[in-house]
């Protein structure tokens, strides 16, 4: 799954060169699920970072704690409430890490996953137009997870679907039919993502220092096991 998000400062626009930027992209080191988050969606044919609460909330919701914060692909029509959104409203989240737990015999070790260039990425999100008095955001999103590739599976089974910038308008365009916005759900090519452990500070969503990203070991990709 992803239970936190690594953002550093991106160059966002870069990525998405007619991107308009209604709000600050926003930074953390380790940045928890029922927090505010900056999210790509498309407005009026134009692609705008704007921000929004992670967790989904429809009306009727009431208990913040059971927001969603994250959306299986292979079921996003068995709900309604990610159907809809899958519908109409797709987004991208963009970040440069998601931290993911391994298991060891006494503790779960946090890795950092990351491009192996460091790049940054744009993680496939639905979003919600409603929203409950339980938030001051009017929108909220949840990421879409897709199964792990064989490399990485030993850190978890499940990571947000990543969205090549080529396709990032065809995912963002509610005009994009369903089935052609689930095929860009793809597990991520092995070569594509690496990891490296960080420290457990991690572990508190109330560090946010740089040391909860900061690499403990050496990276993990599939290039080097190769050889």
């Known amino acids: 799954m992803a ?28 940045l928890a699920p029922r927090r505010p988050v900056s999210h790509i969606r498309l407005a009026a044919g134009r692609a705008r970072l704007t921000r929004v609460f992670w967790g989904l909330t429809p009306s009727w919701l009431s208990v913040l704690d059971h927001a969603p914060h994250c959306a299986r692909a292979e079921s996003l029509e068995a709900r309604p409430m990610f159907r809809d959104a899958f519908g109409a409203r ?33 993680l496939a999100a639905i979003w919600c137009r409603y929203h409950t008095d339980l938030t001051e955001h009017a929108d909220s999103m949840a990421l879409i997870t897709v199964p792990t590739n064989a490399f990485l599976a030993p850190l978890g089974d499940r990571l947000p679907a990543l969205i090549d910038t080529a396709d990032a308008m065809r995912w963002l365009d509610p005009e994009t039919p369903p089935d052609a916005a689930r095929a860009l759900l793809q597990t991520a090519p092995r070569e594509l993502l690496g990891a490296f452990p960080v420290s457990r500070r991690v572990n508190d969503p109330a560090n946010q220092d740089p040391a909860c990203a900061h690499p403990t070991g050496p990276m993990l990709r599939w290039n080097e096991e190769e050889k």
């Open 3 to 30: 239970g936190r998000l690594y953002i550093p400062p991106l160059d966002v626009a870069r990525l998405l060169p007619d991107l308009c930027e209604e709000s600050p992209l926003v930074t953390a080191t380790n």
């Open 90 to 122: 797709r987004s991208l989240v963009p970040v440069a890490g998601i931290y993911v737990w391994k298991t060891q015999p006494r503790f779960k070790q946090p890795f950092l996953v990351t491009r192996v260039d460091r790049g940054p990425m744009l």
